[in-house]
Structure formats: C-alpha cells, structure tokens
Nanobody
C-alpha cells in the first residue's frame, strides 16, 4: 500500500523559511510534486520534479514561487522536499505532496498523480 506522509509545516513570519518533507512508502515514483490549497480556493500546483532514464531529472515551478521555492528528492530515502524561502502571507495554505509511478511532463494537473499525502498547514503571518 502506498503512503505519502508530509511534515514540516507550521507558522512563520513573512520573509521566513520552512522546509516540507514527504516520505513515501510502498512504491517508488517517477514524478512527484507539491500542491497547495488555501481556504475557498482550488488546489493549485506549486512545484514538481520528475526523473526519466533517458531524460534525467527536471524541475517545474509555478510562477508565483519561482526563485523562492526549491523542490528536491532523495531517492535513497524515497523522500522529497520543498524548501520555501522568502515566504509571503499569500503562501498560506495546506500543502500536499503528490506522486505518480509514471514519468510525465504533464505535472501541473492533479490528474497526473495517483497518490496523495494528507496535507500539512503552512501559515505565514504578516
């Protein structure tokens, strides 16, 4: 059974940093990503990383987080991370990790992922 467990959320002041972790068990994944959902809003793409035998590793970011957030993965630990710097109040949301066993470049849509974590709250105060 596949399990994704997020950790690392919390309360931080604007301009601060947090690092989210997502530990996977039960499978290995070729595409992993982070999404977030603020109250009253739809779940939105934040970042993703995929890995293909021929293409290697590639990262993707939403424009709103580009230059501030960094996604990475540790294959040995089957864990992915989201380093969030220069946080803004508008980054406040529940953050979800997502994973797919398939290699895909269609990373912005939730339909590309078949496993999801339970979510972790990130709150940025002004």
């Amino acid at each position: 059974q596949v399990h994704l467990v997020e950790s690392g959320g919390g309360l931080v002041q604007a301009g601060g940093s947090l690092r989210l972790s997502c530990a996977a068990s039960g499978s290995t994944f070729s595409t992993v990503g982070w999404f977030r959902q603020a109250p009253g809003k739809e779940r939105e793409f934040v970042a993703a990383i995929n890995w293909g035998i021929w293409s290697g590793s590639r990262t993707y970011y939403a424009d709103s987080v580009k230059g501030r957030f960094t996604i990475s993965r540790d294959n040995a630990k089957n864990t992915m991370y989201l380093q969030m710097n220069s946080l803004k109040p508008e980054d406040t949301a529940v953050y979800y990790c997502a994973a797919s066993k398939r290699y895909t470049t269609v990373v912005l849509t939730t339909a590309s992922y078949d496993s999801w974590g339970q979510g972790t709250q990130v709150t940025v105060s002004s």
